[in-house]
Nanobody, 119 residues
Framework: QVQLVESGGGLVQAGGSLRLSCAVS????????MAWYRQAPGKEREQVAI???????NYADSVRGRFTISGDNAGNTVYLQMSSLKVEDTAVYYC?????????????WGQGTQVTVSS
């Protein structure tokens, strides 16, 4: 059973920093990409950042230059370093893993971690 365990959320003042972590275990299939999404109250879930197998990354325009996504050498942990946080970054952040299975792409999600940025 694939498990994604997130940590690192919390309350921070605007301009501060937080680092989110997501550890993946239990997968027999290769990981194609790992990503962070967020969902603010009343809004749709949006992709914040993604790191693909091979290391290529991409960011939402709203966080580019402030957030950095990275992975460990084993390829089963993904991090999101968030700096210069803004009130509008407040949301529940979800870790996402794209597995390549015999049936095709299979997305798995973490339970979500709350990030609250105060003014």
């Amino acid at each position: 059973q694939v498990q994604l365990v997130e940590s690192g959320g919390g309350l921070v003042q605007a301009g501060g920093s937080l680092r989110l972590s997501c550890a993946v275990s239990g997968s027999f299939f290769p990981i194609n990409a790992m990503a962070w999404y967020r969902q603010a109250p009343g809004k749709e879930r949006e992709q914040v950042a993604i790191i693909r197998r091979g290391g290529a990354t991409n960011y939402a325009d709203s966080v580019r230059g402030r957030f950095t996504i990275s992975g460990d050498n084993a390829g089963n942990t993904v991090y999101l370093q968030m700096s210069s946080l803004k009130v509008e970054d407040t949301a529940v952040y979800y870790c996402n893993v794209q597995l390549i299975t015999t049936s095709g792409r299979d997305d798995r999600w973490g339970q979500g971690t709350q990030v609250t940025v105060s003014s």
